[in-house]
């Protein structure tokens, strides 16, 4: 009998250390923990990714990798799916075939490169022009917020009846962890109260409007320092004013960091779901944040979100978080917001999804 094929190259290269690669890992071990039964597709050209015991892996591999990789992958994919025949095929990322001879599930992320445009983006619009041609074609489009789903109407066309809701999960990690503040202090030398930012210093998130938000909590009188954890990225700027530049840490680390913040800054311009503002609720960090895209379904009124590009509202709101008992309830919020979103809940909406579309099997 056939399967679901889920395409899970994102757990390999640098995508496994990203938000896609975070999707992939949470959807794929919920899906089997739920009992479902599936394959997935991987890149035999890279290692084998860790996925959960019993999946079979089906290797496939591609010249391209960069902005050719799309144009191949509508052609190659079709190959794949008419030898594997699967009863449905789930792109995890903008990874779609041209024709496919089953089904066709595809999770959207963001279309950020079209929603947020400017030339910055530029490349990422070229990289990913067969995709977003070939999205009006898929079976089905699970949108991870409100705000992407509502971005695939207006700029793809999609029939709305196609485009379904899921929200990602928290990973299990990111939950307050005890001892947090002297493994932080023991590793970075850090011995006062500090902001955080997690993610690329990308133009959309906005690092101009990060250091005044930095500048603007300490013109309150609050003595903080600003840490800023993920790989920079190529659009980051040359000068972060002082900040401490951490590059990549893993999860326990992020973890800690986050759980011994006083608060996670994030004055992103555009999100497709924000799971920065998620982990750091997850773990009892009070959350500022620009008003826009997605970030009010996702923070609610767990954290304290202001006009977007305000970066000097948004450092104050930040410094107010230092303070009680608006730390204590912007923490409680932000943890019991946290909660809603899970893996469990993920994977049962997805399968629901898989079942809609295949008529009750798969």
């Not at 889920?6 to 739920?34: H, K």
């Not at 496939?60 to 509508?74: F, I, V």
């Not at 991870?144 to 793809?156: G, K, N, P, Y």
């Not at 919020?333 to 629901?352: H, N, Q, V, Y």
Request: net charge positive.
């Amino acid at each position: 009998m056939s399967k679901p094929l889920l395409d899970a190259r994102s757990l390999q290269g640098p995508s496994a250390r990203r938000g896609i690669g975070r999707y992939a890992r949470g959807l794929l071990r919920a899906l089997a923990e739920a009992g479902l039964d599936y394959d997935v597709l991987i890149d035999g050209g890279l290692p084998d990714p860790e996925v959960p015991t019993g999946v079979k892996l089906y290797a496939t591999r591609r010249r391209y990798r960069g902005r050719l990789a799309g144009y191949e992958d509508s052609v190659a994919l079709v190959a794949d799916l008419r030898k594997i025949r699967p009863s449905l095929y789930h792109a995890l990322h903008l990874t779609l075939p041209g024709r496919s001879p089953c089904p066709v599930v595809v999770t959207v992320h963001d279309l950020i490169p079209w929603a947020f445009g400017g030339w910055r983006m530029a490349g990422e619009r070229l990289r990913f022009r067969t995709a977003r041609r070939l999205l009006p074609r898929a079976d089905l489009l699970l949108a991870v917020s409100q705000a992407t789903a509502a971005d695939i109407r207006r700029l793809v066309g999609a029939q709305a009846e196609r485009v379904r809701v899921v929200y990602e999960g928290l990973d299990p990690a990111f939950r307050p962890r005890d001892g947090a503040p002297g493994r932080v202090g023991q590793r970075w030398g850090i011995s006062k109260p500090y902001l955080v930012f997690v993610g690329a210093l990308d133009v959309r998130k906005d690092p101009p409007g990060l250091l005044r938000a930095w500048a603007a909590a300490r013109a309150t009188g609050a003595d903080l320092d600003l840490l800023v954890a993920g790989d920079s990225g190529r659009q980051a700027p040359a000068d972060m004013g002082g900040a401490r530049m951490l590059g990549y840490v893993d999860d326990e680390a992020l973890a800690d960091l986050l759980s011994a913040a006083a608060c996670l800054v994030f004055p992103s311009l555009y999100e497709g779901f924000g799971l920065p503002a998620l982990e750091a609720m997850g773990c009892g960090c009070p959350v500022a944040a620009y008003r826009n895209s997605s970030l009010p379904e996702i923070v609610g009124d767990a954290g304290t979100l202001v006009a977007n590009r305000d970066a000097e509202a948004l450092g104050r709101a930040a410094a107010a978080l230092l303070t009680e008992p608006q730390r204590s309830q912007a923490r409680n919020s932000g943890l019991s917001r946290a909660r809603s979103f899970s893996w469990e809940k993920a994977a049962r909406e997805t399968i629901a999804a898989y079942r809609d579309l295949t008529g009750g099997s798969g």
